[in-house]
């Protein structure tokens, strides 16, 4: 479901170990490890558990009718069609015969025992774990019980099908640290990089890849188009620009809904499976890390101007099928729909995701506590093209302070 589950990487895994060592902070990682509260938690199984939720691991590895952690999720890719394992203790199709060594060696050099792992599974940002965090999520998973859930195969084009092939990938883009988007020194800033990019692998998602599917350093967190809804830039300045404050950032995190509106496409499972269950302490060092140790002013709803004629008619459109959910002036209603006035995806330059969302619609939600929103359907065979274009202009300029520049064709071409 989340979009690291839909890498764009050629092949396999590392085998030569000396491979991307530009960057090594592992020590101060190590260190930033060490802070969480699983690092002193008297259960070891219930530090694993804290672990496995922060890493999302059941997001690739659980399907909704399926054994917990038992694979089968589909994970769709420009390659071809990758499947998430079995990890459950089962010693035929799991990982029951693995040792704590095998799984260190997996989740950082993506070395599983008899074969070479696909980089779908994001050892690419797990490389950074801390040997002691990984133990700990072992002994949990080894808890669990055994299912006895056959693998599915990878489904990819030649010559994508020859594992052996990114041995070179590795040797050429594996790096043992990744860039930063933010600045900072502080103890949260460090603890905050350590859950966003080694667990969480944030980077993975939300930033851009070059040609052979990797990871483009220049860019970290400036969003990428991996899937059906794009990740979102959630660089300090992009975050900044979109209204996002730190204190938001924590309520999104722990709720799926902030002022900014509401989780959906590939966040709303990272929120439902995974950072809903962090302490407050982490969920702060998150926002803290992504926005930085002085993190940039939100900036203001900048008004727009464009043309009366077509913004009247995005409004009669608006009236016609959206008001009903969203207010008349875009004010929301509690339990059903997200106010739109400062709305996160109308802020968004690329006009891409609320295209996505008004042809395809958003399921039903259920949201920590006793929040839910109600299922927005989808309007691609009910509104045309010209129309759903004067929607999403009357939408960005009324409520996003972006310009009225989204075409019939822009909306053709996501259909």
Same mark, same amino acid.
């Given at each position: 479901?989340?979009?690291?589950?839909?890498?764009?990487?050629?092949?396999?895994?590392?085998?030569?170990?000396?491979?991307?060592?530009?960057?090594?902070?592992?020590?101060?990682?190590?260190?930033?490890?060490?802070?969480?509260?699983?690092?002193?938690?008297?259960?070891?199984?219930?530090?694993?558990?804290?672990?496995?939720?922060?890493?999302?691991?059941? &997001?690739?590895?659980?399907?909704?009718?399926?054994?917990?952690?038992?694979?089968?999720?589909?994970?769709?890719?420009?390659?071809?069609?990758?499947?998430?394992?079995?990890?459950?203790?089962?010693?035929?199709?799991?990982?029951?015969?693995?040792?704590?060594?095998?799984?260190?060696?997996?989740? !950082?050099?993506?070395?599983?025992?008899?074969?070479?792992?696909?980089?779908?599974?994001?050892?690419?940002?797990?490389?950074?774990?801390?040997?002691?965090?990984?133990?700990?999520?072992?002994?949990?998973?080894?808890?669990?019980?055994?299912?006895?859930?056959?693998?599915?195969?990878?489904?990819?084009?030649?010559?994508?099908?020859?594992?052996?092939?990114?041995?070179?990938?590795? #040797?050429?883009?594996?790096?043992?640290?990744?860039?930063?988007?933010?600045?900072?020194?502080?103890?949260? #800033?460090?603890?905050? +990089?350590?859950?966003?990019?080694?667990?969480?692998?944030?980077?993975?998602?939300?930033?851009?890849?070059?040609?052979?599917?990797?990871?483009?350093?220049?860019?970290?967190?400036?969003?990428?188009?991996?899937?059906?809804?794009?990740?979102?830039?959630?660089?300090?300045?992009?975050?900044?620009?979109?209204?996002?404050? &730190?204190?938001?950032?924590?309520?999104?995190?722990?709720?799926?809904?902030?002022?900014?509106?509401?989780?959906?496409?590939?966040?709303?499972?990272?929120?439902?499976?995974?950072?809903?269950?962090?302490? !407050?302490?982490?969920?702060?060092?998150?926002?803290?890390?992504?926005?930085?140790?002085?993190?940039?002013?939100?900036?203001?709803?900048?008004?727009?101007?464009?043309?009366?004629? =077509?913004?009247?008619?995005?409004?009669?459109?608006?009236?016609?099928?959206?008001?009903?959910?969203?207010?008349?002036?875009?004010?929301?209603?509690? !339990?059903?729909?997200?106010?739109?006035?400062?709305?996160?995806?109308? +802020? =968004?330059?690329?006009?891409?995701?609320?295209?996505?969302?008004?042809?395809?619609?958003?399921?039903?939600?259920?949201?920590?506590?006793?929040?839910?929103?109600?299922?927005?359907?989808?309007?691609?065979?009910?509104?045309?093209?010209?129309?759903?274009?004067?929607?999403?202009?009357?939408?960005?300029?009324?409520?996003?302070?972006?310009?009225?520049?989204?075409?019939?064709?822009?909306?053709?071409?996501?259909?």
């Amino acid at each position: 479901m989340t979009l690291r589950r839909t890498l764009l990487l050629l092949g396999t895994v590392l085998t030569l170990s000396a491979c991307g060592g530009k960057h090594d902070d592992s020590a101060a990682l190590a260190a930033a490890a060490a802070l969480g509260p699983q690092a002193t938690a008297a259960d070891p199984l219930a530090r694993g558990r804290y672990l496995v939720k922060a890493a999302d691991c059941a &997001a690739c590895h659980t399907t909704a009718d399926g054994a917990p952690f038992a694979g089968g999720v589909k994970l769709a890719s420009p390659f071809g069609t990758f499947y998430g394992t079995n990890i459950t203790p089962d010693k035929d199709h799991g990982i029951g015969n693995w040792s704590a060594d095998d799984l260190y060696k997996a989740l !950082h050099d993506g070395v599983a025992p008899g074969k070479q792992l696909y980089p779908a599974m994001p050892y690419t940002s797990y490389r950074r774990l801390s040997r002691a965090d990984s133990d700990a999520i072992y002994a949990y998973l080894m808890a669990q019980k055994p299912a006895a859930v056959a693998n599915h195969e990878p489904e990819l084009s030649f010559p994508f099908t020859l594992r052996f092939g990114v041995r070179f990938w590795n #040797w050429m883009f594996l790096e043992d640290a990744l860039p930063d988007a933010s600045t900072g020194q502080t103890a949260q #800033w460090n603890r905050g +990089r350590y859950l966003a990019s080694a667990l969480g692998h944030c980077t993975e998602c939300h930033t851009p890849r070059g040609t052979f599917g990797q990871l483009d350093g220049a860019k970290p967190l400036t969003g990428a188009a991996l899937g059906r809804i794009a990740a979102p830039d959630i660089t300090p300045h992009g975050l900044a620009a979109r209204g996002w404050t &730190a204190a938001d950032l924590q309520t999104f995190f722990a709720t799926g809904i902030a002022p900014q509106g509401s989780a959906f496409g590939e966040m709303y499972p990272v929120v439902h499976l995974s950072s809903q269950y962090l302490t !407050h302490d982490d969920l702060r060092a998150i926002s803290t890390y992504l926005l930085g140790d002085q993190a940039p002013a939100p900036q203001p709803l900048q008004p727009v101007s464009a043309d009366a004629a =077509q913004l009247e008619a995005g409004r009669n459109v608006y009236l016609g099928v959206c008001a009903g959910c969203h207010g008349l002036n875009g004010e929301g209603k509690p !339990h059903v729909a997200v106010p739109m006035h400062g709305n996160s995806t109308l +802020r =968004q330059s690329d006009a891409h995701n609320l295209i996505a969302a008004m042809l395809d619609g958003i399921g039903a939600q259920d949201f920590p506590g006793l929040e839910r929103m109600q299922e927005m359907p989808g309007f691609a065979t009910q509104l045309s093209d010209m129309e759903l274009a004067q929607l999403a202009n009357y939408l960005r300029t009324t409520w996003g302070g972006q310009p009225a520049d989204v075409t019939a064709d822009a909306v053709k071409a996501l259909r």
